[in-house]
C-alpha cells in the first residue's frame, strides 16, 4: 500500500463520522482508528436534568437540610465494594450501627490488594449508598454518617 493511498483514506474518514477503519490488501493490513471529539458547541450544550417537581419545596429543603449535617465517606480509589472482609463473614457495618473514627467500614479491592475503608468520624452510619460486589470509582460516595455530638 502506497503512502498516497494512506493519506487519501485519512483524509476521507476526516470527512465522516466513522472512527476506526481496517483495510487487509496483498498480505498487507492497515488499521487506522482516531478519537471521536465534541464540536464546542456540544461540549458546552447543558444537560438537561429531569425536573424535581414530584416532591414539594418544603420536603426538598427539609432533605437538603439533613443531608448537610451527614458525613460522606468517599471510596479513595477505584476497585470493588466489599461490605465483609469474607464471603461467609457479616458485613463490618449495617445501616443505623455506631461507629467510631478509625474503624473499618468496608474494604475496596484494587488489583487484588484488599484496602479498608475507615470512619473519618464518630457517629452513626445512616445510609450504605453501594451495594455489595459493585465496582466503585474514585470519589464515588460509600456511605453516609450522622455524626455524634
Request: proline letters at 8%.
Amino acid at each position: 500500500m502506497e503512502l498516497d493511498e494512506i493519506k487519501k483514506l485519512i483524509e476521507l474518514l476526516k470527512e465522516t463520522d466513522i472512527t476506526e477503519l481496517q483495510l487487509e490488501r496483498e498480505g498487507s493490513k492497515l488499521k487506522i482508528k482516531r478519537e471521536k471529539f465534541l464540536s464546542s458547541f456540544e461540549a458546552f450544550q447543558p444537560v438537561k436534568q429531569p425536573a424535581a417537581a414530584s416532591k414539594p419545596v418544603e420536603e426538598r429543603a427539609e432533605a437538603a437540610v439533613e443531608e448537610k449535617k451527614l458525613v460522606t465517606i468517599p471510596s479513595p480509589i477505584v476497585g470493588i465494594f466489599h461490605r465483609a472482609p469474607s464471603p461467609e463473614a457479616p458485613p463490618f457495618v449495617e445501616a443505623g450501627s455506631a461507629v467510631k473514627k478509625g474503624q473499618v467500614l468496608c474494604i475496596v479491592e484494587a488489583m487484588k490488594l484488599m484496602n479498608e475503608i475507615e470512619s473519618d468520624t464518630d457517629g452513626v452510619i445512616s445510609k450504605i449508598l453501594v451495594e455489595n460486589g459493585q465496582p466503585v470509582e474514585y470519589g464515588e460516595p460509600l456511605f453516609l454518617i450522622e455524626p455524634a455530638l
